[in-house]
């Protein structure tokens, strides 16, 4: 299957805002602002992603400006605690940096930002350099995907395959990436499989099959 952006470097940010390990507190408050992030990656050397300082690594300094005094308290937070007094990039990032690789399936970058919990990733090559940055905004990109353009793949490289000589041409329908299959195929067995095929189509929505068993052929006589 060709028609669909189906890794990372297909629907990534090539242009990325980036900072080094000692860029100030306040200047990366000022780069968040201006190019209107909310995470930067940490470079270092030719642009090879050390870590990632978001908005939430730069709350701590605030969160802590009025905290509960408690020393015990105080305690079991001491990283964010720490972070509350960095000044620097180095000091605030988190690390090492949760990256995806620019051939990486785009399921496989959406497993890693539920798992990890973050919204946004950078995005590394083979040598481990920075070549993007991919948000779950990127990822939703696939449901833009034109009704005519899902039709035309689904046609072609699902249904053309799985169904063989069918007795009358199946018809392929997609409303707001919604598939509607419609015909009569001689092993309705292999709806499962082309269902599964099809929901991995990206862009599709959801399929529905109404489908009925082709007409026995005629006895020989």
Do not use: C
């Not at 707001?176 to 009569?184: F, K, L, Y």
């Amino acid at each position: 299957m060709h028609g669909s952006p189906y890794v990372v470097s297909d629907v990534m940010t090539h242009t990325v805002v980036a900072i080094g390990p000692d860029a100030s507190f306040k200047d990366i408050v000022r780069l968040m602002e201006q190019w209107k992030v909310s995470a930067l990656p940490v470079l270092v050397g030719e642009g090879r992603v050390v870590g990632v300082v978001s908005e939430a690594d730069l709350l701590h300094k605030e969160e802590f400006r009025d905290s509960d005094p408690d020393r015990f308290t105080q305690l079991r937070r001491l990283p964010d605690l720490a972070k509350a007094g960095a000044l620097t990039a180095a000091e605030l990032m988190s690390s090492p940096a949760v990256t995806v690789h620019a051939d990486a399936p785009l399921a496989e970058a959406a497993r890693i930002m539920a798992q990890r919990k973050v919204k946004r990733l950078p995005v590394v090559g083979d040598t481990g350099l920075l070549e993007g940055l991919v948000s779950r905004a990127d990822l939703l990109k696939v449901f833009l995907r034109p009704d005519e353009e899902i039709a035309g793949e689904v046609r072609r490289e699902i249904v053309s395959s799985l169904f063989l000589a069918p007795s009358e041409p199946l018809s392929i329908e997609v409303s707001d990436g919604r598939v509607t299959v419609t015909g009569n195929v001689r092993d309705t067995s292999l709806v499962p499989v082309a269902a599964r095929l099809i929901r991995a189509v990206e862009g599709v929505v959801d399929v529905e099959f109404r489908l009925t068993d082709a007409p026995a052929a005629p006895p020989r006589r």
